[in-house]
């Protein structure tokens, strides 16, 4: 149950940190923004968790298919999402809460996922939060280091999603 947590939590935490590559480009941008988007990550998990404890007790049918769906249309719109973050420019707070918005709509169907998944265990999301703050961070700092354009990271990113949802689809989580 953990092993599948911990690598629910690393595949989907993996765009934060090509988000954290695109923030650190952002002029202006400082290594704190990250802590105040995880702030918001862990609070739209925790909303999550809650929901999806009131959501198991309607739910009376193998949920494995349209939780693999989830994460299938989370890779097809992380494929086809506008390309942004190509060039140094002046942050801008529209910029933070976009990239908080797309890490949070991960962070609810990873969180909501595990929750029907693995039962009500009050780590989830706390787990999925957590991965994020470590990508965003480890993103912001490897920018001189790992070299990929826009489109090769849109394409790591959703094949992760895009493995998670075949993990589920298997029933291996």
């Known amino acids: 149950m953990y092993a599948s947590i911990f690598t629910t939590t690393v595949l989907v935490s993996l765009e934060a940190l090509f988000v954290?590559?695109?923030?650190?480009l952002q002029k202006g941008f400082r290594l704190v923004y990250?802590?105040?988007?995880?702030?918001f990550l862990i609070a739209m998990s925790l909303?999550?968790?809650?929901?999806?404890?009131?959501?198991?007790?309607?739910?009376?049918f193998e949920v494995s298919w349209l939780l693999g769906g989830a994460f299938v249309l989370l890779g097809i719109v992380t494929l086809v999402s506008k390309d942004e973050g190509k060039n140094k420019t002046n942050l801008?707070?529209?910029?933070?809460?976009?990239?908080?918005l797309i890490?949070?709509?991960?962070c609810v169907v990873a969180t909501i996922a595990l929750t029907i998944s693995h039962g009500e265990l009050l780590l989830i999301p706390f787990a999925v939060s957590l991965g994020h703050l470590v990508m965003?961070?480890?993103?912001?700092?490897?920018?001189?280091?790992i070299k990929a354009s826009h489109k090769t990271k849109k394409i790591i990113?959703?094949?992760?999603l895009f493995i998670i949802a075949i993990l589920f689809f298997t029933g291996i989580i």
Do not use: P
């Open 157 to 160: 990113s959703s094949s992760c």
């Open 103 to 106: 890490m949070a709509f991960e």
């Open 47 to 60: 909303i999550a968790f809650f929901a999806s404890r009131v959501l198991i007790r309607f739910i009376d």
């Open 34 to 39: 990250s802590f105040m988007i995880s702030g």
């Open 20 to 24: 954290g590559m695109s923030l650190k």
């Open 92 to 100: 801008n707070i529209g910029t933070i809460i976009a990239a908080s």
């Open 136 to 145: 965003l961070i480890v993103g912001y700092y490897a920018v001189g280091i």
